[in-house]
T-cell receptor, first 108, second 116 residues
């Protein structure tokens, strides 16, 4: 099927790390993406990883890719209240397919 | 334009009426997508345009929904005889290329449709 799956909610305390998980479907996806949606706004690209990589680090963000299990994760270090948003993973077949989104709530 | 522009930003309509939602993509972007986001739900793919043609219309929920794109630019999503379950935020996105070469998607802020 075409379902890209994520857990719906995650709650963390400010300063802790957040880990958002995603299971995708197409092993031939060239790139895998993470998008962020703040309240009342459209989605914005947060980061991406090329499929021949296992890990990508970008400041507070770490993306891990396990191609064998088709599992993608996003780790946010030192989570801040401004990180509260919905996070979507996405894969490209010939079109973008988004996951269900994970709503991250950061508690002060 | 500087970004993807959608109009109207909010639309309240009565059940049974037709609505048109407009998307103005970033100039030069060949690929254009429509998604629907219902309250508390993820993004539901509706349709994808490459230029003026739509290689994939598989996400349109019913024959009440149609979309077109003219001049490789502006796209209109039309919902006929609206139903309450059509209430959602309709998001448009564009990218420089389409298909497997699609890179970053640039999203508009969405059109919030409420059907009473």
């Amino acid at each position: 099927g075409e379902d890209v799956e994520q857990s719906l909610f995650l709650s963390v305390r400010e300063g802790d790390s957040s880990v958002i998980n995603c299971t995708y479907t197409d092993s031939s996806s060239t790139y895998l993406y993470w998008y962020k949606q703040e309240p009342g706004a459209g989605l914005q690209l947060l980061t991406y990883i090329f499929s021949n990589m296992d890990m990508k680090q970008d400041q507070r963000l770490t993306v891990l890719l396990n191609k064998k299990d088709k599992h993608l994760s996003l780790r946010i270090a030192d989570t801040q209240t401004g990180d509260s948003a919905i996070y979507f993973c996405a894969e490209i077949t010939y079109k973008y397919i988004f996951g269900t989104g994970t709503r991250l709530k950061v508690l002060a | 334009g500087a970004g993807v522009s959608q109009s109207p930003s909010n639309k309240v309509t009565e059940k049974g009426k037709d609505v048109e939602l407009r998307c103005d993509p970033i100039s030069g972007h060949t690929a254009l997508y429509w998604y629907r986001q219902s309250l508390g739900q993820g993004l539901e793919f509706l349709i994808y345009f490459q230029g003026n043609s739509a290689p994939d219309k598989s996400g349109l929920p019913s024959d009440r929904f149609s979309a077109e794109r003219t001049g490789g630019s502006v796209s209109t999503l039309t919902i006929q005889r609206t139903q309450q379950e059509d209430s959602a935020v309709y998001l448009c996105a564009s990218s420089l290329e389409g298909g497997r070469n699609t890179g970053e998607l640039f999203f508009g802020e969405g059109s919030r449709l409420t059907v009473l």
